[in-house]
């Protein structure tokens, strides 16, 4: 055996004896993410079954206080009176009066007891988010780690020569996947999952009001068509954001127009669309590239920059498409972006200059504090790429 081959042996035992560890640590993560979750929907439910006594007691403090008013005006008027009452009268009235005001000083005191429950479970429940989130992106970094070194272990010998070109790719690539995922589920859950929880309450509401309150039903009924309405609309935005069918079946240029008049209707920002040159006919890695890139960049400006209007300008030349974003936004320092040191969640900065690079383009980013921000990028398209290969 040469002592190339006790090398190649030797790193597969280490390899396994690695990937085993890590399934090992993997399995107890899990367990971890698994307990926190059910922790944190079972202090959910508590939540909501609190706010539901809560609601309760409110109901019934107010009918309490209503009857004390009416009963402290009863004994209030027979005293005043007390020539046309009997002594026991006044008697009946005054443990009325006393009867109503010991129940409300007690519901008071339940209502300040579960608000205070209420308020505590609330800081747990916080507390227990940021556990479970910690716990989440731990999982996620294991599977990551899991994942790219079991893919690799059958094959040692033929890619311990292209780990160090490809390993960084790889793991970037797998964990902007989890992170998608992660997005994904946490929208489901938050959005269309949520609403149909509704629409099961107000059918039952409505299974138990149909024959006793018609007019009820009737507006629970239209309560109803609303939360389905919002939950297809949620549904169609996750479709929409994962893949418009609109990109492939019109192409990158109607997909876009209609994704900026959404979003200037949401969000009174003034989006210029300008192409120069046929878009539509460029290869369809590229159209999607464009498409998640401007995508990502008016997601950007919607949430951070502060601007009123913006501009999206997409040139094909023979041998190159570009694409230049622009806003009149706050703005930022470059030298607050470490970009290509960190990797930023969904398709972030980096993931923008990861897509333009994997297709042998090029990427800038101009930008400073109240000054707005511009981003250009330029593509070659086949001829151009298969030259620079």
Same mark, same amino acid.
């Given at each position: 055996?040469?002592?190339?081959?006790?090398?190649?042996?030797?790193?597969?035992?280490?390899?396994?004896?690695?990937? #085993?560890?890590?399934?090992?640590?993997?399995?107890?993560?899990?367990?971890?993410?698994?307990?926190?979750?059910?922790?944190? #929907?079972?202090?959910?439910?508590?939540?909501?079954?609190?706010?539901?006594?809560?609601?309760?007691?409110?109901?019934?403090?107010?009918?309490?206080?209503?009857?004390?008013?009416?009963?402290?005006?009863?004994?209030?008027?027979?005293?005043?009176?007390?020539?046309?009452?009997?002594?026991?009268?006044?008697?009946?009235?005054?443990?009325?009066?006393?009867?109503?005001?010991?129940?409300?000083?007690?519901?008071?005191?339940?209502?300040?007891?579960?608000?205070?429950?209420?308020?505590?479970?609330?800081?747990?429940?916080?507390?227990?988010?940021?556990?479970?989130?910690?716990?989440?992106?731990?999982?996620?970094?294991?599977?990551?780690?899991?994942?790219?070194?079991?893919?690799?272990?059958?094959?040692?010998?033929?890619?311990?020569?292209?780990?160090?070109?490809?390993?960084?790719?790889?793991?970037?690539?797998?964990?902007?996947?989890?992170?998608?995922?992660?997005?994904?589920?946490?929208?489901?859950?938050?959005?269309?999952?949520?609403?149909?929880?509704?629409?099961?309450?107000?059918?039952?509401?409505?299974?138990?009001?149909?024959?006793?309150?018609?007019?009820?039903?009737?507006?629970?009924?239209?309560?109803?068509?609303?939360?389905?309405?919002?939950?297809?609309?949620?549904?169609?935005?996750?479709?929409?954001?994962?893949?418009?069918?609109?990109?492939?079946?019109?192409?990158?240029?109607?997909?876009?127009?209609?994704?900026?008049?959404?979003?200037?209707?949401?969000?009174?920002?003034?989006?210029?669309?300008?192409?120069?040159?046929?878009?539509?006919?460029?290869?369809?890695?590229?159209?999607?590239?464009?498409?998640?890139?401007?995508?990502?960049?008016?997601?950007?400006?919607?949430?951070?920059?502060?601007?009123?209007?913006?501009?999206?300008?997409?040139?094909?030349?023979?041998?190159?498409?570009?694409?230049?974003?622009?806003?009149?936004?706050?703005?930022?320092?470059?030298?607050?972006?470490?970009?290509?040191?960190?990797?930023?969640?969904?398709?972030?900065?980096?993931?923008?200059?990861?897509?333009?690079?994997?297709? #042998?383009?090029?990427? #800038?980013?101009?930008?400073?504090?109240?000054?707005?921000?511009?981003?250009?990028?330029?593509?070659?398209?086949?001829?151009?790429?298969?030259?620079?290969?």
């Amino acid at each position: 055996m040469t002592n190339k081959q006790i090398s190649i042996n030797r790193l597969n035992e280490i390899l396994e004896t690695t990937i #085993n560890t890590i399934i090992k640590s993997r399995d107890e993560v899990f367990e971890i993410v698994t307990y926190s979750r059910e922790e944190c #929907n079972r202090m959910e439910e508590e939540l909501k079954s609190l706010q539901n006594k809560i609601n309760l007691i409110i109901e019934q403090i107010e009918k309490l206080e209503e009857l004390n008013r009416r009963y402290r005006k009863n004994l209030s008027d027979k005293s005043k009176n007390f020539h046309l009452y009997s002594e026991e009268d006044i008697k009946e009235a005054y443990d009325l009066a006393n009867e109503v005001r010991i129940s409300l000083l007690l519901k008071r005191e339940e209502e300040k007891n579960l608000f205070e429950r209420r308020n505590e479970l609330e800081l747990r429940y916080k507390n227990s988010l940021e556990v479970l989130k910690k716990a989440e992106n731990l999982n996620k970094q294991i599977s990551v780690a899991t994942e790219y070194l079991m893919g690799n272990a059958e094959n040692i010998v033929e890619t311990v020569d292209e780990l160090s070109k490809k390993h960084i790719l790889g793991i970037k690539i797998i964990e902007a996947q989890e992170d998608e995922r992660l997005r994904l589920a946490r929208e489901i859950h938050d959005g269309p999952a949520q609403s149909l929880a509704n629409v099961i309450v107000k059918a039952e509401l409505c299974e138990r009001l149909i024959e006793l309150d018609a007019e009820r039903t009737k507006k629970e009924l239209n309560s109803l068509k609303d939360v389905i309405r919002l939950t297809l609309k949620d549904v169609r935005k996750i479709i929409y954001d994962l893949r418009p069918m609109s990109l492939d079946d019109l192409g990158l240029i109607p997909t876009l127009e209609r994704y900026i008049s959404i979003f200037q209707e949401d969000t009174g920002i003034k989006v210029d669309l300008k192409t120069y040159g046929s878009i539509n006919n460029i290869e369809s890695m590229i159209q999607i590239a464009l498409f998640r890139i401007a995508q990502e960049s008016l997601s950007n400006i919607r949430k951070h920059s502060k601007a009123t209007t913006a501009s999206i300008i997409i040139e094909r030349s023979l041998e190159r498409v570009n694409l230049v974003i622009a806003d009149d936004g706050i703005g930022f320092e470059l030298s607050d972006l470490k970009l290509g040191h960190t990797v930023t969640s969904g398709f972030g900065l980096m993931n923008m200059k990861e897509r333009v690079e994997l297709l #042998n383009g090029s990427f #800038n980013i101009t930008s400073s504090n109240r000054m707005g921000t511009k981003i250009s990028l330029s593509i070659p398209l086949s001829e151009g790429l298969d030259n620079e290969r």
